[in-house]
């Protein structure tokens, strides 16, 4: 598996990225909004990376977070929804907003993505849910303390189940979502979030 690729941008389209890495150019296929965020061509960029195997065809994707990797690979787990289908919905959601659409069972939003029709949307949304409710279990069975806070504050358990959405672990998101305003809305939540669990990993 290619975890990532570093390199220097050498071509860029709507949905393509192409980073050359030691005289090899790989070519990424992407979202809209990871091409916003690169620089011009010639500039050095990194991407996290996933390699789609099927038996016609070998395809590299890549992202500028890993947050919007995670999101990608979850999507593909969907019964019926493929990598294209995830870029488009990825290209029209940034990781946090898609995260808060599933957690707030909001299956009607995803559907203003091209190609994306009402069963679809609603299939993404329960498997996705439901893998995060697991999560929930087992952290119930561990004593967190955050599932009383959850029961009591719906946007405290949207928030906290976008950011698992998102990559990331129960261990790290109790602790900072605890020291939160419970009467923050669920986006602001996981706005605050996002940003002191990006500076503890930065430490």
Same mark, same amino acid.
């Given at each position: 598996?290619?975890?990532?690729?570093?390199?220097?941008?050498?071509?860029?389209?709507?949905?393509?990225?192409?980073?050359?890495?030691?005289?090899?150019?790989?070519?990424?296929?992407?979202?809209?909004?990871?091409?916003?965020?690169?620089?011009?061509?010639?500039?050095?960029?990194?991407?996290?990376?996933?390699?789609?195997?099927?038996?016609?065809?070998?395809?590299?994707?890549?992202?500028?977070?890993?947050?919007?990797?995670?999101?990608?690979?979850?999507l593909i787990s969907v019964s019926g929804?493929?990598?294209?289908? *995830?870029?488009?919905?990825? @290209?029209?959601?940034?990781?946090?907003?898609? =995260? /808060? #659409? $599933?957690?707030?069972?909001?299956?009607?939003?995803?559907?203003?993505?091209?190609?994306i029709g009402a069963k679809t949307a609603q299939r993404i949304v329960?498997?996705?849910?439901?893998?995060?409710?697991?999560?929930?279990?087992?952290?119930?069975?561990?004593?967190?303390?955050?599932?009383? *806070?959850?029961?009591?504050? @719906?946007?405290?358990?949207?928030?906290?189940? =976008? /950011? #698992? $959405?998102?990559?990331?672990?129960?261990?790290?998101?109790?602790?900072?979502?605890?020291?939160?305003?419970?009467?923050?809305?669920?986006?602001?939540?996981?706005?605050?979030?996002?940003?002191?669990?990006?500076?503890?990993?930065?430490?």
């Amino acid at each position: 598996m290619i975890y990532s690729v570093r390199g220097k941008l050498i071509h860029k389209e709507s949905d393509l990225a192409v980073v050359e890495c030691g005289g090899v150019g790989y070519a990424c296929r992407t979202t809209l909004s990871t091409i916003a965020s690169l620089e011009e061509t010639g500039s050095e960029v990194m991407l996290y990376t996933y390699l789609h195997v099927r038996e016609d065809n070998v395809e590299l994707f890549g992202f500028s977070s890993g947050q919007e990797l995670n999101c990608f690979r979850m999507l593909i787990s969907v019964s019926g929804v493929g990598p294209k289908a *995830a870029l488009a919905i990825l @290209s029209d959601f940034n990781p946090e907003k898609f =995260a /808060l #659409l $599933v957690a707030s069972d909001d299956s009607k939003t995803l559907t203003k993505t091209k190609g994306i029709g009402a069963k679809t949307a609603q299939r993404i949304v329960l498997e996705l849910k439901d893998k995060i409710v697991k999560e929930n279990i087992n952290l119930a069975e561990a004593g967190g303390s955050i599932v009383t *806070a959850s029961s009591e504050s @719906s946007a405290i358990g949207e928030a906290f189940s =976008a /950011l #698992l $959405v998102l990559g990331y672990t129960q261990s790290e998101i109790a602790p900072v979502i605890s020291s939160l305003d419970p009467e923050l809305e669920s986006s602001e939540l996981i706005r605050q979030a996002l940003k002191i669990m990006a500076q503890k990993s930065n430490r």
